[in-house]
């Protein structure tokens, strides 16, 4: 008899015929997300799911979920999974990392290079026909990028794709990560472990590449803010949270910092209205990881841990290796 599993929200039809080949699947194919009362529901009896960053699974979304084995997520980031709820319950969880990085990577620098030159308001200015000719002093003067500063906050493996794509810039990059990492490392990204102090005062960019958790909740706020220099620009694409939003808002309106590239916010989806007031800063719906072959190699990945799981072999990205002991 073929396991039994969910799949919370729309896939690839690829993605869906392995799945179908392998297991008995219960499947949502919309893509919204099911309200926690219809995952707990869905997930009785079932054997393992595929969910999404947009599902919270917590002890209450796992309470009638007795025989469940695994949960798989199709993202690197699990802020939306409760773990310790999830291994209370004898369930195991995965994560998707290491196919997403160069695809964040290139958003990180995308928001980089278009914050720092100013392209979507000067994309805006051409579009509303405001552009009267070429002129030397032209009011678009931006940021040089080349032979600036990069300052990149954890330095896990997108960290390091992206300090790896600022040789070409010829920049500087220095890092701060809880951890130093291996010399060999050190090279091959060309970085420089430094303080958090010396990190936002000597950065002309900063890329945050923190995960999202309590102890990293507004690790940028306004005095962190007030420590960067007055022509740096901040970049996330990491998790909103990480950046007290009011704060930076506050920044960005008072020019405290000259500029941010923006793909995650404090309670996304919805935005905080005053963000789209503001001319020096650039938004993205979180599409860090989202070319179609990222996306399909996530869910691909996502797929390869739960088969692992109910095979009864150990799923190659387990969050909670504890399970394997129990
Ligand atoms: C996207 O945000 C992810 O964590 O994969």
């Known amino acids: 008899m073929k396991a039994k599993i969910l799949v919370t929200r729309a896939l690839f039809p690829e993605a869906i015929d392995r799945l179908n080949a392998a297991f008995e699947v219960d499947y949502n194919p919309e893509d919204r997300a099911l309200p926690p009362a219809e995952i707990a529901a869905r997930l009785a009896g079932k054997d393992g799911a595929i969910t999404l960053l947009s599902d919270r699974i917590d002890a209450q979304t796992l309470a009638g979920a007795a025989g469940l084995k695994a949960v798989c997520n199709v993202a690197v980031g699990y802020n939306n999974y409760d773990l310790a709820a999830i291994t209370a319950a004898g369930v195991m969880a995965t994560n998707t990392p290491g196919v997403l990085d160069d695809t964040t990577a290139d958003t990180a620098w995308a928001l980089l290079l278009a914050s720092a030159r ?12 405001q552009w009267q000719g070429w002129k030397f002093h032209d009011g678009w003067f931006g940021q040089d990028v080349h032979h600036a500063t990069l300052g990149i906050l954890g330095m896990g493996r997108i960290g390091r794709a992206v300090a790896r794509r600022a040789g070409g810039f010829a920049m500087r990059v220095i890092y701060h990560n809880r951890q130093h990492l291996h010399p060999d490392q ?29 102890a990293t909740h507004h690790a940028i706020g306004a005095a962190e803010l007030a420590a960067m220099k007055p022509t740096a620009h901040l970049i996330n694409v990491a998790r909103g949270g990480i950046v007290d939003d009011g704060a930076l808002i506050a920044a960005l309106a008072e020019r405290r910092i000259a500029g941010a590239g923006l793909d995650v916010f404090e309670n996304e989806p919805a935005l905080d209205p005053r963000f789209a007031d503001l001319d020096n800063v650039v938004l993205t719906p979180h599409i860090g990881s989202s070319s179609r072959a990222t996306r399909l190699a996530m869910a691909m990945c996502a797929i390869d841990n739960l088969v692992a799981a109910l095979d009864g072999r150990r799923p190659p990205n387990l969050l909670n290796p504890q399970m394997l002991a129990a």
Do not use: H, Q
């Open 118 to 129: 100013r392209i979507v308001a000067a994309d805006r200015w051409v579009r509303n026909g």
């Open 186 to 214: 050190e090279t091959e990204c060309a970085a420089t472990w430094v303080d958090k102090a010396t990190l936002l005062r000597e950065s002309d960019f900063l890329v945050l590449m923190l995960p999202y958790s309590p």
